[in-house]
């Protein structure tokens, strides 16, 4: 059984840091890519960031390049999302996924 579960999430200050990480369990972790995925308040889905198998490529959307790093370790099958230079608009809950399954989220809220 496919498990992703995500943690890491809080309040934190604009311009604060955090890192989430990702467990996963029941399926070869190291065969997926791996997507992080939020939904703010009252608005859809956005993709934020996908990371290759093995971790060489990673990608980011617009709005968080430059201030999110995702990253794997295959190893431990945890997938993590290191947030700096958080901005109000970042505030979202924050899920990781792959095209078997999806964590249950974690909150993240950017405010002073």
């Known amino acids: 059984q496919v498990q992703l579960v995500e943690s890491g999430g809080g309040l934190v200050q604009p311009g604060g840091s955090l890192r989430l990480s990702c467990a996963a369990s029941?399926?070869?972790?190291?065969?997926?890519?791996m997507y992080w995925v939020r939904q703010a308040p009252g608005k859809g889905l956005e993709w934020v960031s996908s990371?290759?198998?093995?971790?060489?490529?990673?990608y980011y959307a617009d709005s968080v390049k430059g201030r999110f790093t995702t990253s794997r370790d295959n190893a431990k099958n945890t997938l993590y999302l290191q947030m700096n230079s958080l901005k109000s608009d970042d505030t979202a809950v924050y899920y990781c996924?792959?095209?078997?399954?999806w964590g249950q989220g974690t909150q993240v809220t950017v405010s002073s």
């Open positions: 990371v290759y198998t093995d971790g060489s490529d990673t």
């Open positions: 996924a792959n095209f078997i399954g």
């Open positions: 029941g399926f070869t972790f190291s065969s997926y890519y």
